[in-house]
């Protein structure tokens, strides 16, 4: 079994088209409105972007967290003098699973994910009750009791669990980014189309610099082996999210054209400062792999790689905040 990896939250889309205010100069409004039908489209698609979000964010640090400290075999590797906290995931964060699995059966049909998120439900579901028995386990200090008796045969349930959930996972994140990349060019020609040009320049910055994510997750590097990482593919894809960025930080100072898109100068400044942040994170990448830096030991012996400077992990931390803050944009 190999050690997961940290896959990208994918990004969410909005009504934000038809946000503009009556009174508002706003461009071309008309033709930035959105129907009833794109409008189910949309809230469809960001249910199953939520179960994306939780499975390739807290579940997966859950995950990494568990498997870094006791391996990966059916068998747990336990240290001598063990100290360990389980980490776990919130019932509030739980919410997106039913409510991804209520729109499976509701129109428009995304023929690809829909099947999948019926047989994802249940294995999840699966793998949380494990977690959450190993979470009791290592809070109530069992192991002082039995001698890890019970935290063994939770690691094999585990194993044996996250298995089944990997089986299904990968050809939902594959439906899924493909659906998405689907629905994000469709998002980007109406913002262009509708002359958004403060949300487009917002959007596509997020696409590319994704586009960088997957690059680097492709090549299969992590901390541990990031002076591998082919500089020649990798810089194809960050030149094009490098002059994106200027385009939006630029673009983001419009006054006049914040005012006539109706868009809050606060969001879309915070949203800016974080895609700065976060195409920064990307560079540190390049100047660790020019100095011939490889991450320290101590760094990625850590729990904290995505503080780590230079790192794919780090950037993907960052990008998933600059996520964060374009679903803010108002």
């Given at each position: 079994m190999k050690k997961l990896s940290l896959i990208l939250a994918i990004i969410m889309l909005g009504t934000m088209l038809s946000a503009c205010s009556a009174t508002t100069p706003a461009v071309n409004q008309v033709a930035a409105s959105v129907t009833p039908g794109e409008s189910k489209k949309i809230e469809k698609y960001n249910a199953y972007v939520g179960l994306n979000n939780l499975m390739t964010g807290r579940i997966n640090e859950v995950l990494v967290h568990y498997f870094e400290k006791f391996g990966v075999d059916k068998q747990p590797v336990i240290e001598k003098n063990l100290s360990f906290i389980m980490l776990g995931v919130a019932d509030s964060e739980r919410e997106v699973i039913d409510k991804a699995n209520s729109y499976t059966a509701s129109q428009p049909a995304f023929a690809d994910v829909d099947p999948v998120v019926i047989k994802l439900t249940p294995v999840i579901k699966d793998l949380l009750?494990?977690?959450?028995?190993?979470k009791a386990y290592y809070d109530s200090k069992g192991y002082v009791?039995?001698?890890y008796a019970k935290g063994k045969q939770l690691h094999t349930r585990l194993v044996s669990a996250n298995l089944a959930y990997e089986t299904v996972a990968k050809p939902y994140f594959?439906?899924?980014q493909k659906l998405a990349n689907e629905q994000r060019q469709a998002e980007l020609q109406k913002l262009k189309d509708a002359g958004q040009q403060i949300r487009y320049n917002a959007l596509k910055f997020l696409i590319d610099a994704e586009a960088v994510a997957i690059e680097i997750d492709e090549q299969g590097i992590t901390a541990g082996n990031v002076l591998k990482l082919d500089m020649k593919k990798f810089k194809a894809k960050y030149d094009v999210m490098t002059a994106d960025l200027n385009a939006l930080v630029t673009i983001a100072k419009d006054?006049?054209?914040i005012?006539?898109?109706g868009i809050n100068?606060?969001?879309i400044q915070n949203y800016a400062d974080s895609a700065t942040e976060a195409k920064a994170a990307a560079s540190k990448i390049i100047e660790r792999i020019n100095k011939r830096e490889p991450v320290s030991d101590s760094d990625l012996n850590g729990q904290f790689l995505n503080t780590t400077d230079g790192t794919p992990e780090n950037f993907n931390y960052k990008l998933s905040k600059a996520i964060e803050r374009y679903n803010e944009i108002n």
């Open positions: 009750s494990v977690l959450d028995d190993l009791d039995d001698g594959t439906a899924l006054k006049k054209r005012q006539e898109e100068s606060f969001s």
